[in-house]
């Protein structure tokens, strides 16, 4: 742990989030989840702690949905004071579950984006694909070759199951989208698994009347592409259909009404220069990635999220400022476009 996180863990509670909330009060923070679940489990949220986190955020911030945020920034030409806003990615069916009755009891809003084809159940999430595998297998007889790429042999347990997954999908992830579907398929095939046809429970999706009814009950649903590929991994014309199919499929589904996006993936390397232009053009009030830096909310198609789940101490740096003002000190720019890093200035 680096010296800013001991001194913050020291005095935090001490009246640090406090300060940090002080200071950073006309800058939004965007938090990011992705999985709920109960009982917990490693790195998803779990109803116990999610509750606590929306009721601090209800007592102590002004919450807003994504497309809130920005309406409410339309407005008034400046972003309202204590902003935080609450995303989760994917549209996994746990959210309706675990995550919506707590916003809904305590009237907080917040932003789901989904992938359309997931809703539609036309497709799985790919990395999800892969956790099946794993989890079908308890070892690899022997060294897996699919082009360049090499994975040992050896037992699946506990313990290499997660090395395991982390080196695939870091794989799949350096492949353009087309290679990728073709590798998760030769795993499967050299570990001698067919994929179910319907998606196991642990990875169903919400359907389209939950969505329908959480948007009517203060839940945004945003955009996350028809397919979840990293669009710095696919042509400009297959963007194009990703985030215009996904806007299309939303708004007919749902009704016409302005949203935000979720590029997939979200890292400096699944963006490219005109992604922002595109998601713009396609009518999205804002867009999200999945890293914090100092820019934090300044470019309204490339606004930063911070870290949120199980751990309290990662939800009160994310959510009090402590983690963006951390940044700043160091000045962290993860990625910035050319017009973004000469509008930063410090
Ligand atoms: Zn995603």
Known sequence: MGLFSKTIRTLGPWG???LARQICRTQPRILMYHRFSNPPVKDWASPKYFE??????KENYNSFSL??????????????RHAVVITVDDGYRDFYHYAYPILRKYQVPATLFVTTGFIDRRLWLWPDKITWLLSQVDRIPEAIKIGSFRSGAG????????????QWIHHALSLPDVEKHFFIDQLASGLGKTFPDSIPPEFEPVNWLELSEMQDNGIEI???TVTHPSLGRVTKSQAREEIFGCRDALNARLGGRCRTFCYPNGQPSDFRDFLPGLVQEAGFLGAVTAFPDAFGTREPMLMRRHVSGDDMFQFFKSVSGVELIGLRLRKEVRMGLSGAVSGYAG
């Not at 606590?52 to 955020?57: N, P, S």
């Open 16 to 18: 640090g989030y406090q």
């Open 67 to 80: 497309v809130g945020l920005m309406q409410y920034k339309r407005e008034h030409g400046h972003m309202p």
């Open 155 to 166: 037992e699946v347990n506990f313990e290499t199951r997660p090395l395991y997954w982390k």
């Open 222 to 224: 945003g955009g996350h």
């Open 52 to 57: 606590q986190q929306v009721r601090h955020i």
